[in-house]
């Protein structure tokens, strides 16, 4: 059991009249104990903080009266306290409970929470942290080296006449992440809501940003990487080597006598040098280093193999669908050989991509545009908590907390790769070096 659970020790104890010998009748004595821990939990616990303001006057000329200050509020004159909401926020975003279910568990603690007012905290929430997710995009622009994809996200139209009857729209979540400048190589993970597909929007989100940009092939991205009119592209296409086995996989899978398979042994070997260089934990110059001498002798006897075969197999089977889709994205397919730093598929998106599908699952669909951007911001801190092993929850109540009051300049405190918990920054501010900075 981990070490920092709370130990409630149960004593069981033999009855007075088994405590003695059943062959002579002494008294037993104790000579050991046996132990055992078993994992228990505690229903939740709701209270009610009644907050008292004490006001003073002046007796003698009565023309002074103070009250005392109340203290700021994650949300201004709401009920909600800043560990409701985040445990509010984490079950709907991180947990994927839709906020209905969540009415019907405050209803078995005989509490009645309408699940507008829930959507109420949840969006007036997502209003505190966006300048959060702002301040992270910043930081993940500098980076070099961006990964994105996206996926559909049904959302209902708005309730007007003209769109009475009719089904909801496909509306889009993006995701954009990498690893940030510093020396520990922190993830930041940001998603973007939008209502439509086309290139604008990941140009519009990316703008300014030069460097390496790792997507499958949609054409959506196309923009980023052509320079047309005023547009000047300073983003490079990586491709995602696990698209092209993917295909070359289902092609084997529909047909296991295809000829698929030589090329999936070859994709396997390019692998396994990744798979060495994070073995011997290998630098960026020493990964480029190792990719050149032993990838790129690899790429050529598949680059060979693809043209070799794209005639003998028909273009619409799935194996001819594979080698097409391998040689019109062989440019971006080669380029991560040319920096250490780049990886071999755009598999770190299509991870954070697993809790916007596993929650879409559950709730099916966006109630509003709205609710998408208020999705967008939550889920990009709750993902980034996650791949840095911060608790969301924890994480969420402190920041509710300070964000009324919190100045902007520091704002870089409460992203959460920066974040250090209330128990962290309270050791910190009594440690002796602290107190000589301090002074």
């Not at 809501?193 to 390496?212: A, I, M, N, Q, V």
């Not at 402190?398 to 959460?416: C, F, G, M, Q, S």
Request: proline share 5%; hydrophobic share 35%; glycine share 6%.
């Amino acid at each position: 059991m981990p070490p920092h659970l709370q130990r409630e020790e149960i004593v069981h104890d033999l009855p007075l009249d088994e405590k003695s010998c059943g062959h002579c009748g002494s008294f037993l004595s104790k000579i050991g104990v046996e132990e055992r821990e078993q994992l228990e939990t505690v229903s939740v616990r709701f209270i009610v903080k009644k907050h008292k303001r004490l006001k003073y006057a002046c007796k003698c000329c009565g023309e002074t009266v103070v009250l005392a200050k109340s203290p700021d509020q994650a949300i201004e004159k709401g009920i909600a306290g800043p560990n409701l909401l985040a445990q509010v926020l984490v079950d709907k975003y991180g947990d994927h409970l839709p906020l209905y279910r969540q009415e019907q568990r405050f209803k078995r603690h005989g509490i009645h929470i309408n699940r507008s007012t829930l959507w109420n905290w949840v969006y007036l929430s997502s209003l505190s942290l966006a300048p959060l997710v702002e301040a992270m995009k910043g930081d993940l622009l500098v980076v070099g080296h961006i990964f994105a994809d996206e996926t559909p996200m049904p959302t209902l139209r708005e309730q007007i006449p003209e769109n009475k009857g009719k089904k909801t729209k496909t509306n889009y979540m993006w995701v954009y992440n990498g690893l940030s400048k510093e020396e520990k190589k922190l993830p930041i993970v940001i998603y973007d809501f939008t209502e439509g597909r086309d290139g604008e929007y990941p140009e519009e989100f990316l703008k300014g940003f030069s460097g390496y940009v790792q997507v499958d092939a949609y054409a959506g991205y196309n923009g980023l990487f052509v320079s047309t009119g005023n547009h000047l592209a300073g983003c490079t296409c990586v491709g995602c080597w696990a698209h092209v086995r993917r295909y070359f996989y289902e092609a084997l899978q529909a047909n296991p006598k295809s000829i698929g398979e030589q090329i999936l042994m070859m994709i396997s070997k390019l692998y396994k040098v990744e798979e060495d260089c994070k073995k011997e934990s290998l630098k960026t110059e020493q990964i480029r280093k190792r990719r050149k001498k032993h990838s790129k002798p690899i790429l050529k006897k598949i680059h060979t193999w693809l043209v070799k075969h794209q005639p003998q197999v028909l273009p619409k089977s799935l194996l001819g669908k594979a080698i097409s889709y391998a040689l019109s994205n062989w440019e971006s397919l080669n380029v991560y050989i040319e920096d250490g730093r780049l990886e071999i598929d755009n598999n770190r998106s299509e991870r954070c991509m697993k809790s916007i599908v596993l929650g879409r699952k559950n709730y099916m669909f966006m109630g509003s545009v709205r609710g998408g951007r208020a999705a967008a911001i939550i889920y990009s801190l709750i993902e980034t908590c996650k791949q840095n092993d911060v608790d969301p929850v924890a994480y969420f109540a402190d920041v509710l907390a300070r964000i009324p009051t919190h100045p902007n300049k520091r704002i870089h405190e409460l992203l959460p790769y920066h974040w250090k918990s209330p128990e962290v920054r309270e050791a910190e501010m009594a440690s002796p070096n602290m107190t000589e900075k301090i002074a």
